[in-house]
């Protein structure tokens, strides 16, 4: 089972400024088989990046997926209100798929 | 457009069983692979079980193996999960969600609101 790590576990940043999310694997993840979700309270999670760096339907363009391998990274360019959340990764190349534990997203 | 919604959930009894159901509408069921994931509360996301379009393919995380069982009906457009022999610590949201693909090897990419299962004596 491939276990994926991510860091920081909280971040906090004001409105406007860019945020890094990084989501590490403890082997290769194949076809870069990585998905990224946003969790707001009290909702689902919804898909914001599948395949590592594509958009998902309706997602804004300050989101964006990159990496390969075993390192990938969601950049959120400059936050705006809603989107202080909880973000987690998920890799689907090797079933049954596994999630990252979760990076808060907070206003300092 | 695509809309999944759960059922079944409730308050059980540690050792008890459950069969949770997903309904869907939207888009051709019997094309796609889907999941359970659950979260317990305040925690994070665990994928408990997932099925290929056919069924002909299923995993299960460890800590279920054996005691949960997810299966579908093409014909009712209906996903399911048995929960056997429950535990407090299955205590969580089940989410249904489905995949972009038919097979096993695709990511969580629509979920349904969730449905609660509460293990408590």
């Known amino acids: 089972e491939i276990v994926l790590t991510q860091s920081p576990g909280t971040l906090s940043l004001s409105p406007g400024e860019r945020a890094t999310l990084s989501c590490r694997a403890s082997?290769?993840?194949?076809?870069?088989?990585l998905a990224w979700f946003q969790q707001r309270p009290g909702q689902a999670p919804r898909l914001l990046i599948y395949g590592a760096s594509n958009w998902a339907t309706g997602i804004p363009d300050r989101f964006s997926g990159s990496g390969s391998g075993t390192d990938f990274t969601l950049t959120i360019s400059r936050l705006e209100p809603e989107d202080f959340a909880v973000y987690y990764c998920q890799q689907y190349g090797s079933p049954p798929g596994t999630f990252g534990q979760g990076t808060k997203v907070e206003i300092k | 457009q695509v809309q999944l919604v759960e059922s079944g959930g409730g308050v059980v009894q540690p050792g008890k069983s459950l069969r949770l159901s997903c309904a869907v509408s939207g888009f051709t069921f019997r094309n796609y692979a889907f999941h359970w994931v659950r979260q317990a509360p305040g925690k994070g996301l665990e994928l408990v079980a997932v099925i290929s379009y056919d069924g002909s393919n299923t995993y299960y995380a460890d800590s279920v193996k054996g005691r949960f069982t997810i299966s579908r009906d093409n014909s009712r457009n209906t996903l399911y999960l048995q929960v056997n022999s429950l535990r407090v610590e299955d205590t969580a949201v089940y989410y249904c969600t489905r995949g972009g693909t038919s097979d096993v090897a695709t990511g969580s990419f629509h979920w349904g609101q969730g449905t609660l299962v509460t293990v408590s004596s």
């Open positions: 082997q290769s993840v194949s076809d870069s088989s």
